[in-house]
């Protein structure tokens, strides 16, 4: 799992555990004493803070167990996978793009980031340099042939090169 990722839902995860542990009951306890529950919104809109808190914990863990699960040796060095940068020819719009497919938290489409699990990034895993990939959108069928793909262990072996000085710079 990328560092970044892992701090990012290290960080939110311990935020929601400190409002969890300290902040909601304090607030619950406060709103508690200002009398009668039935009618008391403050008590009512901590209790409901509280049951998503928990929620959005429970996913998060959820997410970072997933995540860890990642094996670099289950993904494919020839083939579309988690990692890697593709450049296809989008037939329907007449030209080159480049995606690099990432995680749902990673994904920004105007930036070239795709999730894994989006239309587009379901359509290109698996795929290889010449395959054509029929990506069903909302607006339409789109044709992607894949032209390039550098996948995380071809990045992996230049930053080795670039470390070890092999690198065709020098």
Do not use: C, W
């Not at 429970?58 to 996978?81: C, F, H, T, W, Y």
């Not at 959108?137 to 390039?148: A, F, M, Q, W, Y």
């Amino acid at each position: 799992m990328p560092d970044h990722i892992r701090k990012q839902l290290l960080k939110e995860i311990a935020a929601l555990e400190h409002e969890l542990a300290h902040e909601l009951p304090a607030e619950i306890k406060k709103a508690a004493s200002l009398g009668d529950l039935s009618e008391n919104a403050e008590y009512h809109m901590a209790k409901q803070r509280q049951e998503f808190v928990n929620a959005r914990l429970g996913q998060l863990k959820r997410r970072m167990a997933e995540l860890s699960l990642v094996n670099l040796a289950n993904i494919p060095r020839d083939k579309v996978g988690f990692g890697s940068t593709v450049v296809v020819f989008d037939s329907t719009k007449d030209e080159e793009l480049v995606y690099r497919l990432v995680t749902s938290e990673e994904s920004d489409v105007a930036k070239g980031l795709i999730s894994t699990t989006s239309p587009i990034g379901r359509g290109l895993v698996g795929k290889q340099v010449g395959d054509t990939a029929t990506i069903v959108t909302p607006n339409g069928k789109r044709e992607l042939e894949i032209l390039k793909l550098t996948t995380v262990h071809d990045e992996a072996d230049e930053d080795e090169e670039e470390e070890a000085g092999t690198g065709t710079d020098k």
